[in-house]
Structures are given as C-alpha cells and as structure tokens.
C-alpha cells in the first residue's frame, strides 16, 4: 500500500510539506501563525484557480439552543462586512466572471470561489473578509430566516430527501450526526440573532481555518494574502498558535435499528435501507468504494441489473456510503410504484447479502476499480475538484494522497476484501425508510422480514 503524505492531525500543527507531483504540479502545506492551514495544488498552464477559506465547524457542532446556526451562517456570512455590503460581495466576483458559493456540512463549512489566476488576490480577500468580519446584521438576519424556511420547506416537499433526512437520524439516533444540518422549522424560527452570533464568535477563528487553493497558484503568495486578510479582519495571529483538534474520536454508541414510514401523497415510493458504516480516515475505505461501485455504482451494478433491468421495478437505484470523524452510514436506495415496495426491499436484502456469502467475481472487481479510478482521474481534471480534495484531506482524514497513489490502493482492493466488509456491515443493526402514501407500519413489517 502507498504512503499517503502525513498531516499529523489537525492539534499538531506540523505537517508541512513541498512535495512534487505529475504533470508538473506541486502541493505544498503551511501553518501560519495563529493556527491558519494553506493547502495548494499548483496546476502548470491552469489559467484559473478555485480557493476556499473553510471552518472545521459543522451542524454537530453546536450548541443546544444554537441548532441551525452553522447553516444560517453560511447566508449571513454573504450579507455583509464593515468593508463590503452584500451587494459589493456579489460584484465583486461577477465584474471578473467568477464564481463564489458556499457549504454546509455536518462536520464544516466552506466559502470558496473559482475566478481567473490574475483576480485570485480579489477571491482571497473577499473571502476572508467575509468569514472574519460578518456583521449579522438584524435586518439581515431576520430576512435571511424567512429564506432558510422556503429551503426547508423545498426540501420537505421533495420525498427523496424527506427520505435521506429520516435515514441519516434513523442511523445515529440521538447524536448530533443525526440532525439536519439546515435546521428544522422549529429551530430557525426559534433560534435568536445571539445565538448564531455567538456560535460566529465561538467557532469561527484562526485555529479552525483551512485555505485551500488549486489550479494557477502561488502557495508563498496565497500564505501572504491569507495572513493580510486575518489580520484585516482582527484576528489574533499568535505565532505559537496551532491547529485544535475540535473532534477527538469519541464512541458514537449505535443507534437501534428502525422502520419508518412517512406518509406522503406521492406517485413512488422511496425506499433507503441501511446502517452504520465506515469513519472517514477507515483504512476500509477503498474496498468501500469498490463494494459500492459493484452493489449500486452504476448501470452495470447489482442494483441497477436487478432491480431495473431484470425486472423493472424502478427507475433509480443506487448504493451510498458517508464517513465522519468517528463513524459513517451506509445505505440502499430505489424509487418505484408503492405496489412494489415489497418486492423491491426483498432484492436490495439478497443483494446485499449475496455480497456478504460469496466473493465478488473477477470481472466485477475489474470493473469496479476501473470505473472508480477513471471516474477520479476525470473528476479532478477541473481545479475545484482538487480544491475540495485538498480540504477534505485536512479536515476529515489527516493525510493527504496524492492521485497515483490513491488509484494504487484501488488497485489493491481484493474480492476477499469486498466479501468482509459486507458482512461487517450486515452486523450493524438496520434501519428501513419508506416514503410514499401508506398510512400503516410498511416498513415495521418489512424490516421483520429481512431481519
């Protein structure tokens, strides 16, 4: 197996590196004073670049009281700065043809922008202003709660992810990895312009920043722009400063497994079978993106032969997994008419346990780490991609491969591999979802079934 290049953890604060790559690149890491981590990837010919400044601060991350408040951040923060009011944000990026967006995840957030190599100055610094010098102002605030309510409520009148939503709590019970991340109606009505300013102060600071920057980019002069904008906007940059580690590995004790049935008065249901899975930085990971590739990762998949070529009953079907810090969840899912709900979990069961009984075939693992391998060398042919490679290296896993030798350890996945990890994961206990027009325990009675 490779050696991935170590980033010996987010509380260290050592790490960096200057390290040559193919096709001429380089990647280079940095500490800078006050705890800041720049990443970059430099892309030779690239004439744009994509950067972002990300918090390692996600929705599990806050306080009782305060839930919601890392997404009703994410608006805010693009609503103003005592430099720049939220239209001279939007100009800033549209006059040079850029873009600029951002996300909310349960364990980060980012703002990231993609503008030409010669406006990367401009990104830096409106970036930084914008995630050290938000103002919140109240009038913007409360406008911004109304907009957070229509995107909750979007995302309610969309069945499938009514059903990812119910699957992910179903999964991790009562930990904060069950929530979701933009809040349920009750909190953001509730929550108070306090409350979200003081998770602001509490969580946003130069410990928890990761710059990270790929295609035309100059690392020494990103760590310039970087510390100019930190100190612009009054942070405390204490040379002796260092990264903190907020997670430290806690237990997550498993949830039980769960049916749920909601009713909607939809045309399909949508059915989710699944359980807890990997942690991000797992060495497992690799056989997990092989099993899924082979359980439901594409038109020659299991899934998709079974369920929709063999016997039509659906026209999506797919396999998923997700990792944090401590643990992950991993899952099934289908669309088809309520009539076939039945039929259809029974498969999704076969499949998933034919994988655990017998190992994969030779030509299904060829395939699977063939199509894995070409589906990242294409993904990362665009700056943002390897932008966001570059933070989630930092933040969730501590140790950054380059792309050799994240395809050598692809290649390095075995059928036996694959055969273990699905038993394992048959040893979690089972969450069923099922969203569509039933007014009786469904999924209580199908969860029975395959247990």
């Known amino acids: 197996m490779p050696r991935p290049l170590e980033l010996d953890g987010p509380g260290s604060g050592v790490g960096t590196f200057d390290h040559a790559v193919e096709g001429g690149g380089r990647l280079q890491r940095t500490v800078l004073p006050g705890g800041i981590r720049v990443l970059t990837e430099a892309m030779p010919g690239q004439r744009s670049v994509s950067v972002s400044a990300t918090v390692a601060v996600g929705s599990r991350d806050e306080h009782d009281g305060h839930h919601g408040s890392t997404h009703f951040l994410e608006h805010l923060l693009f609503k103003g700065t005592p430099r720049r009011d939220a239209l001279e944000i939007a100009e800033a990026f549209d006059e040079v043809g850029g873009e600029a967006n951002a996300a909310t995840g349960k364990e980060s957030t980012s703002y990231f922008a993609r503008v030409l190599d010669a406006d990367r100055a401009m990104a830096v610094d409106v970036l930084l202003d914008m995630v050290t010098s938000a103002t919140l102002e109240p009038e913007a605030f409360e406008l911004e709660r109304g907009v957070i309510l229509e995107e909750i409520a979007m995302t309610e009148d969309d069945p499938a992810d009514v059903a990812h939503e119910t699957f992910t709590g ?7 990895l069950g929530r979701p991340i933009g809040g349920t109606p009750e909190t953001i009505r509730s929550v108070p312009r306090e409350a979200v300013l003081a998770h602001y102060r509490r969580t946003y600071g130069p410990s928890e920043l990761v710059v990270t920057a790929a295609g035309g980019v100059d690392h020494a002069e990103l760590c310039e722009l970087v510390l100019a904008g930190a100190a612009l906007g009054g942070w405390d940059l204490d040379p002796d400063s260092r990264p903190v580690a907020r ?8 949830a039980p497994g769960s049916a749920s049935t909601v009713n909607r008065p939809t045309e399909q249901a949508n059915i989710l079978l699944g359980g807890r899975a990997l942690p991000a930085g797992d060495p497992r990971r690799f056989a997990m993106s092989v099993l899924n590739a082979v359980l439901g990762g594409g038109m020659s998949s299991r899934l998709f032969q079974e369920i929709r070529e063999r016997r039509g009953l659906a026209y999506s079907t797919y396999s998923f997994s997700s ?10 899912y289908a669309g088809c008419t309520p009539g076939k709900v039945s039929e259809v979990v029974t498969v999704m069961d076969e499949q998933w346990r034919a994988l655990a009984d017998t190992p994969v075939t030779a030509d299904e693992l060829r395939r699977a780490v063939g199509q894995l391998s070409g589906s990242l060398v294409l993904g990362l042919e665009d700056t943002g991609s390897r932008m966001a490679r570059l933070t989630r290296s930092e933040i969730s896993l501590g140790e950054l491969w380059t792309l050799e030798e994240t395809l050598e350890a692809l290649r390095a996945v075995t059928a036996a591999d694959v055969q273990d990890l699905a038993a394992d994961l048959l040893t979690s206990p089972r969450s069923l979802v099922v969203v569509g027009p039933f007014t009786h325990d469904l999924a209580g009675e199908l969860l029975a079934r395959t247990a």
């Open 170 to 176: 179903a999964v991790f019970g009562s930990h904060a």
């Open 247 to 254: 997670r430290t590995g806690e237990t997550i004790p498993e």
């Open 323 to 332: 990792g944090y810090t401590e643990a992950g969840l991993f899952g099934l």
